[in-house]
Nanobody
Framework: QVQLVESGGGSVQAGGSLTLSCTAS????????MGWFRQAPGKKREGVAS???????TYADSVKGRFTISRDSAANTLYLQLNSLEPEDTAMYYC?????????????????????WGQGTQVTVSS
């Protein structure tokens, strides 16, 4: 079993920055295929960024050039740097991991590919 715990959310003004962290613990092989997702009230959960075990990154078009995903494997921690935040970025942000058979090929930004989730951290951006 793997546990994911997010932190770093908060309230900022438009144009501001935040750094989200996700610490993984439990029985797992490193590095994991991981991603960040977000869900605003009344909207579907959407993929924001993903990071493969070989450090291939994928970003949603809406965040390209503003958000950066990275990891510290030694600390079992995934990060999401959020810059130039906009009110439209307001959402609950979730960290997720893919832990399936070695032949499984995840779709980078599809929530259905991920089978372990954190509890989320709220990001609120005011105009």
């Amino acid at each position: 079993q793997v546990q994911l715990v997010e932190s770093g959310g908060g309230s900022v003004q438009a144009g501001g920055s935040l750094t989200l962290s996700c610490t993984a613990s439990g029985h797992m092989n490193n590095p994991l295929y991981m991603g960040w997702f977000r869900q605003a009230p009344g909207k579907k959960r959407e993929g924001v960024a993903s990071l493969s075990p070989r450090d291939t990154t994928t970003y949603a078009d809406s965040v390209k050039g503003r958000f950066t995903i990275s990891r510290d494997s030694a600390a079992n921690t995934l990060y999401l740097q959020l810059n130039s935040l906009e009110p439209e970025d307001t959402a609950m942000y979730y960290c997720a991991a893919v832990i399936r058979g070695s032949s499984y090929i995840p779709t980078p930004l599809s929530p259905t590919s991920y089978n372990f989730w954190g509890q989320g951290t709220q990001v609120t951006v005011s105009s």
